[in-house]
């Protein structure tokens, strides 16, 4: 073998490895963290301008202490009287916007004697535009030690012998689980819809909450192979978890997406009401 051919071929090798490399990368993208969709133009695509909703709901902005020295916020309808059953309500891409405050008013009818919180993980910040909408997630998702000291702020607003569950869509789907893994032995139970979940068994093992979750049979990032490698995850570590996949795209339960799908979406928040009705008893 000549020199020249040696060389060719030790380029060769380290161009595939290289390439193997990236690949895996890829693959082993951080499951808990969608800001990894951001930049992707189908992605985007998936998230048409949403519906303008005028909105005028009996709920308030409310504000409380996070244990990074902050504060926190959310759009919240509390029973008179007070309450130790709480849910948690986590947005969409979005930022907290009208349809979020109208899902969280509409979960408070329907719920008795719970508290709903509608939390806000942009600090503030909302859009309509899928570019910023990507930029935001992002920024959140670097800091994951303020969605985490936000979560941390309401479970302390809500008490330590709260009864806590957790409900969110895409960007809150994953929070909604992350929130009932922090809640540990309070979690009352998790609703996940089209979110990305976490991948191993030492993230989910604090979790103590029963989980239901919601995924969509064309959608391309938050697959049906997620889906069922979640439950797969979770009855592995001994979770008690319940999978519904149905014949629709991404976002298909938000009702200001040209992607809503009635049925389905009816469908599924019926099963997510009943779920939350049983663990909030």
């Known amino acids: 073998m000549t020199k ?3 060389l060719a071929l030790i380029i060769l090798s380290a161009g595939l490895f290289a390439c193997n490399n990236s690949q895996s ?3 082993n993208a951080d499951g808990e963290d969608m800001s990894q969709f951001a930049e992707d133009e189908n992605f985007k695509e998936q998230h048409e301008t949403p519906e303008e909703i005028n909105f005028e709901g009996k709920g308030e902005k409310m504000e409380f202490d996070t244990p990074d020295g902050e504060k926190g916020t959310a759009y919240a309808i509390l029973p008179e009287g007070g309450t130790k059953k709480f849910l948690f309500v986590i947005h969409e891409w979005w930022g907290l916007n009208d349809q979020i405050r109208q ?3 509409r979960l408070f009818d329907e719920l008795d004697g719970v508290g709903v919180m509608a939390l806000d993980m942009y600090d503030g910040e909302s859009t309509d535009d899928q570019n910023k909408a990507g930029e935001l997630m992002t920024a959140a998702s670097q800091k994951q030690d303020r969605l985490k000291a936000i979560i941390q702020g309401a479970m302390d607003y809500a008490g ?3 009864k806590i569950a957790t409900i969110g869509w895409c960007f809150g789907g994953g929070w909604s689980l992350q929130s009932s893994i922090m809640a540990g032995a309070q979690g009352a139970g998790c609703v996940i819809y089209y979110g990305m979940p976490v991948q191993d ?3 989910l093992a ?3 909450a029963d989980i239901l979750g919601i995924f969509a049979e064309k959608d391309g990032w938050i697959t049906p192979e997620v889906a069922n490698n ?3 995850l979770a009855e592995g570590s001994g ?3 319940d999978v519904h996949i149905f014949d629709a795209d991404h976002a298909f339960a938000n009702p200001s997406s040209p992607r809503y799908v009635e049925e389905a979406a009816q469908n599924a928040n019926a099963l997510a009401l009943n779920f939350l009705k049983e663990r909030l008893n």
């Open 4 to 6: 020249k051919i040696f």
């Open 230 to 232: 979640f439950k797969a």
């Open 201 to 203: 068994a030492e993230a």
């Open 239 to 241: 979770k008690n978890i």
């Open 160 to 162: 330590e012998d709260a």
């Open 103 to 105: 899902e969280a008013e």
């Open 25 to 27: 990368n890829s693959e």
């Open 206 to 208: 604090p979790l103590q």
